[in-house]
């Protein structure tokens, strides 16, 4: 009611969406105490004949989900949890087998977005040689998708009969998931110029007039040496979401500004997982879960968390590793 209150728009909007983050929780708040106040009072209702055990029943199951999920949403309180996501997944050791995983990952996590309603959004984009996915970086637009996908980053190992193998072999193979918060322009993070180099190249895939005529995807070289530990840094950022040059490079710089700032909570968090400082290699040892399709199962070796769906996971159902990781870190 401030009758000056959209004399600055920016300010005015950053405004609205802590009121609307507030009267989330609130409202949330509210629908789990009406829930469990009705559980509350459904011995008497079956005592009265007004309801059934199985009522009752359903009403402490209802409850019991709301509390959880509004428990799960608690521990997202990090600065950088409500935040959008940035993931980049990678093919590692098994040749063709491992280029058709990280497009199975990369179907994986867009069926998961698509259920939760987070749109996504494909940055840039490396075709295998013969089949599946090189590399690929998407962007996942809405709030707290950082703070349930960070659960992803690591090395990801499936094991099964393969299809490219003429004796229908069992294989193993590995693709690694980067999952970094996506930044807006309220986050200030310093970029120094001089450590920046462009160069452009030709987009790939099919379709479009510019599409292996014009120079207009763009990757960015930033290298830095860190004051504090002394270690040498290197980002190697590609998109060519668009047809314009220059706004591929602005995305290029938007990826960057997001990497620096994971760097900057991994070095304030002294944590020895550093999204991007990681030298774990893409291969045996170094995995977070592994999907075994022929014994039906999938184990995340971090929490214990394990199922027999191997489908269901591999259609999006990851929301029980992700609670099972938020809830033990």
Same mark, same amino acid.
């Given at each position: 009611?401030?009758?000056? *209150?959209?004399?600055?728009?920016e300010k ?5 969406? !802590? ?9 949330? *708040?509210? !629908? ?8 509350? +009072?459904m011995p ?5 004949g ?6 009752a029943?359903a009403?402490y ?8 999920e ?18 980049? @997944? ?41 089949v ?8 996942v ?8 996908? !960070?659960?992803?980053n ?17 294989q193993t ?6 999952v970094?918060p ?33 120079? #207009?995807a763009? $990757?960015l ?7 504090? #530990? ?16 220059l706004?591929?490079k602005?995305?290029a710089?938007?990826?960057? $500004?997001? !990497? ?7 070095? $304030? ?5 550093? @999204?991007e400082?990681d030298?774990?290699k893409i ?9 075994? +399709? ?8 971090? #929490?214990? *968390? ?9 259609d999006?159902?990851l929301?029980?590793f992700?609670?099972?990781? +938020?809830?033990?870190?």
């Open positions: 009611m401030e009758p000056n *209150f959209w004399d600055n728009p005015a909007q950053e405004q609205l969406r !802590k009121v609307a983050n507030i009267k989330s929780w609130v409202e949330s *708040f509210d !629908k789990v105490k009406k829930c469990v106040d009705e559980a509350m +009072l008497e209702f079956i005592v009265e007004l309801a059934s055990e199985s009522d029943e009403a199951r209802e409850a019991e989900e709301l509390i959880e509004l428990e799960l949403r608690n521990m997202l309180s990090g600065e950088e949890d409500k935040m959008g996501a940035i993931i980049d @997944i990678n093919a590692g050791a098994g040749g063709t087998e491992a280029l058709d995983w990280a497009s199975m990952l990369l179907r994986m996590y867009t069926r998961w977005c698509e259920a939760h309603n987070y749109k996504v959004k494909m940055l840039d984009f490396q075709e295998g040689d013969e599946g996915v090189k590399s690929c970086t998407m962007e637009e809405g709030e707290f998708a950082y703070g349930y996908l !960070k659960s992803e690591g090395v990801h190992r499936l094991v099964r009969l393969s299809p490219f193998n003429a004796n229908n072999k069992r193979t590995f693709a690694s998931v980067a970094t996506a930044v807006d322009d309220s986050i200030e993070v310093v970029v120094n110029p001089a450590n920046i180099e462009w160069e452009t190249f030709r987009s790939s895939g099919a379709g479009g007039q510019n599409v292996n005529k014009v120079e #207009t763009a $990757r070289r930033y290298h830095f040496k860190d004051e504090q #530990t002394g270690e040498e840094v290197s980002y190697i950022i590609e998109n060519q979401e668009t047809r314009s040059q706004m591929n602005e995305n710089m938007r990826i960057l $500004r997001s !990497k620096l700032y994971q760097y900057e909570l991994d070095k $304030r968090r002294a944590t020895q997982q550093a @999204i400082a030298k774990k291969e045996w040892g170094s995995q977070i879960r592994s999907y075994v +399709l022929d014994d039906r199962r999938v184990k995340d070796h971090r #929490t214990g *968390f394990q199922t027999t769906d191997c489908d269901g996971v591999l999006g159902d929301d029980g992700i609670k099972a990781y +938020l809830m033990e870190n």
